[in-house]
T-cell receptor
Framework: AQKVTQAQTEISVVEKEDVTLDCVYE???????LFWYKQPPSGELVFLIR??????QNEISGRYSWNFQKSTSSFNFTITASQVVDSAVYFC????????????FGSGTRLQVQP | DAGVIQSPRHEVTEMGQEVTLRCKPI?????LFWYRQTMMRGLELLIY????????DSGMPEDRFSAKMPNASFSTLKIQPSEPRDSAVYFC????????????FGQGTRLTVV
């Protein structure tokens, strides 16, 4: 069975600090996909990034970066120089290529960026 | 494209009433998902369809919940009879069947059962 764990329930930082959100997953599939979504206070779920299990290259997009390590089953998300607008709940999700194709979400990490 | 469209955005109903939530997926997407979000249980998958056929409904809480997808552009989630513990935000999402595709979510329906 697949499972996604986000151990950090809530993180509070001051603007301009860097912050890393942790995500650990479990799956029996050899081919799977990992995602991060953002849920701002307005409530919608916004897609941020996807990564397949064969691509362990880290990715950077502006202030966002993602570190995928298959050896530790982790897909962590770092925000550099955080801003108040980054305040949201962030979800990590997993879908399997051959098993359950629907996204299984972690419990989310609430990030509060204080001015 | 307008994205995934859900209606209504908010619904307040009395316990015992029937509730129907509606979803229009993105055109060309052939997988559709219904999720429920609560503080206690987070985001949980209720059911998903592939090419209008239900593939996995193991997340449907009980027989009071039913979902249909009569065509590629419309799906409903019905609760009958509704109970206060059904109060939650219900999201619909769609994706292509490409194995590397993300799901796009609607704005959600906030359901309150009093």
């Amino acid at each position: 069975a697949q499972k996604v764990t986000q151990a950090q329930t809530e993180i509070s930082v001051v603007e301009k600090e860097d912050v890393t959100l942790d995500c650990v997953y479990e799956t029996r599939d050899t081919t799977y996909y990992l995602f991060w979504y953002k849920q701002p206070p307005s409530g919608e779920l916004v897609f941020l990034i996807r990564r397949n299990s064969f691509d362990e290259q880290n990715e950077i997009s502006g202030r966002y970066s993602w570190n995928f390590q298959k050896s530790t089953s982790s897909f962590n998300f770092t925000i550099t120089a955080s801003q108040v607008v980054d305040s949201a709940v962030y979800f990590c999700a997993l879908s399997e290529a051959t098993g359950r194709r629907a996204l299984t979400f972690g419990s989310g990490t609430r990030l509060q960026v204080q001015p | 494209d307008a994205g995934v469209i859900q209606s209504p955005r908010h619904e307040v109903t009395e316990m015992g009433q029937e509730v129907t939530l509606r979803c229009k997926p993105i055109s060309g997407h052939n997988s559709l998902f219904w999720y429920r979000q609560t503080m206690m249980r987070g985001l949980e998958l209720l059911i998903y369809f592939n090419n209008n056929v239900p593939i996995d409904d193991s997340g449907m809480p009980e027989d009071r919940f039913s979902a249909k997808m009569p065509n590629a552009s419309f799906s409903t989630l019905k609760i009958q009879p509704s109970e206060p513990r059904d109060s939650a935000v219900y999201f619909c999402a769609s994706r292509t069947t490409g194995i590397f595709s993300e799901a796009f979510f609607g704005q959600g329906t906030r359901l309150t059962v009093v």
